[in-house]
T-cell receptor
Framework: GENVEQHPSTLSVQEGDSAVIKCTYS??????FPWYKQELGKRPQLIID?????GEKKDQRIAVTLNKTAKHFSLHITETQPEDSAVYFC??????????FGRGTSLIVHP | EAGVTQSPTHLIKTRGQQATLRCSPI?????VYWYQQALGLGLQFLLW???????NRGNFPPRFSGRQFPNYSSELNVNALELEDSALYLC??????????FGPGTRLTVL
């Protein structure tokens, strides 16, 4: 089955800095890669996603890149703000239609 | 548009009891996924229902079961509760096999 590794588990940055979270996957049939943000006590919310026929996607301060050959994808957040502090999860949807999630990255943005 | 709803918000049970958790998907969504989110373990896939049928299940014992009703709402049942079943149980709905939208979760505590 699919295996998704996510790094780092914790990321601490100063307000205004950039943050990068990386995920690798194992199933070459995976074709959809969403990223979720989960604030403390709240539900995971989709913030950006990318499909396997696209290499990069951007939405304001958030971007995701996908390298199918290396089987990894990354979330980039620029100009971080304290409200970006949350746990971020990556996921990979493979041939089984069941997403496999990474273990999450706790992002802390210091004012 | 109403989002995914779950009930109850919190549930406290004792070992050996049974728990029933409920989920209502977004209108028009036919797929419902159940996940367990235990502390530090990310999201673990439990069950997937689509059009009233169980399509796939994760690596959990048979005492975790559920069903999907004709209106696409779903129920998760956990029998013979164990202490390690304490977790946040999240439901997600989808119109297809990719983008999922999560409910607020049910916090299950087993004493």
């Amino acid at each position: 089955g699919e295996n998704v590794e996510q790094h780092p588990s914790t990321l601490s940055v100063q307000e205004g800095d950039s943050a990068v979270i990386k995920c690798t996957y194992s199933d070459s049939a995976s074709n959809y890669f969403p990223w979720y943000k989960q604030e403390l006590g709240k539900r995971p919310q989709l913030i950006i996603d990318i499909r396997s026929n696209v290499g990069e996607k951007k939405d304001q301060r958030i971007a995701v890149t996908l390298n199918k050959t290396a089987k990894h994808f990354s979330l980039h957040i620029t100009e971080t703000q304290p409200e970006d502090s949350a746990v971020y999860f990556c996921a990979a949807h493979g041939g089984s239609y069941i997403p496999t999630f990474g273990r999450g990255t706790s992002l802390i943005v210091h004012p | 548009e109403a989002g995914v709803t779950q009930s109850p918000t919190h549930l406290i049970k004792t070992r050996g009891q049974q728990a029933t958790l409920r989920c209502s998907p977004i209108s028009g969504h036919t797929s419902v996924y159940w996940y367990q989110q235990a502390l530090g373990l990310g999201l673990q896939f439990l069950l997937w229902y689509d059009e009233g049928e169980e399509r796939n299940r994760g690596n959990f014992p048979p005492r975790f079961s559920g069903r999907q009703f004709p209106n696409y709402s779903s129920e998760l049942n956990v029998n013979a509760l164990e202490l390690e079943d304490s977790a946040l149980y999240l439901c997600a709905s989808s119109q297809s096999t990719d983008t999922q939208y999560f409910g607020p979760g049910t916090r299950l505590t087993v004493l």
